[in-house]
């Protein structure tokens, strides 16, 4: 169900019984549970940095002073990447879900992919700003957050259409592109 948890509260100890969870009662592999650690890990640090989140429960590095710390990259060791069959997206595409969040965990997939291969990270963070006009087509330009490299791209049609799918579907907070953090 939805519970309410508070920055403080996602510390070693909760992070470790989250890791045990996804194993045994998920069955989830190395590469998932990493996965899902670096998302997390995104957000506690997003929420540090906008003064919300607990730098004395951090769990993912002893910057701020923990004793314990989980190591991601332990999670990423089996990870091996796999192309997607760009014949499959249509199928994908095609499929509707009834649970909101499955739909809009789709259409990010969607993004990312019609983007080619926007992070996670960089979706979560791209603002309205980051859409611009030359000569009358639609780009994306945004700053890669994990190297600075700044990215332009021309909107597709296909990207357009997951766009406009968020603005008429979904909240996001602020001037943000996708309900990703608020």
């Not at 190395?30 to 640090?45: D, E, P, W």
């Not at 983007?115 to 000569?135: E, H, P």
């Amino acid at each position: 169900g939805n519970h309410n948890i508070k920055f403080a509260d996602i510390n070693y100890d909760f992070v470790n019984k989250y890791i045990r969870y996804q194993k045994e009662e998920k069955d989830r592999v190395n590469t998932t549970i990493g996965i899902r650690l670096r998302y997390l890990r995104i957000i506690l640090n997003e929420g540090i940095k906008n003064g919300v989140g607990c730098k004395a429960t951090y769990p993912f590095s002893s910057k701020y002073g923990a004793s314990e710390t989980i190591n991601i990259e332990k999670y990423e060791k089996d990870q091996r990447k796999i192309d997607i069959n760009p014949n499959l997206i249509p199928i994908l595409k095609s499929k509707n879900f009834e649970n909101h969040s499955y739909e809009v965990a789709k259409r990010l997939f969607l993004v990312s992919f019609h983007g080619r291969g926007i992070n996670f990270r960089d979706l979560a963070l791209m603002t309205t700003d980051n859409i611009y006009s030359i000569k009358k087509a639609d780009h994306l330009r945004y700053n890669r957050n994990k190297t600075g490299a700044l990215i332009e791209l021309k909107i597709s049609d296909a990207l357009q259409e997951q766009l406009d799918w968020f603005k008429a579907n979904t909240k996001p907070h602020g001037n943000y592109l996708f309900p990703i953090v608020d």
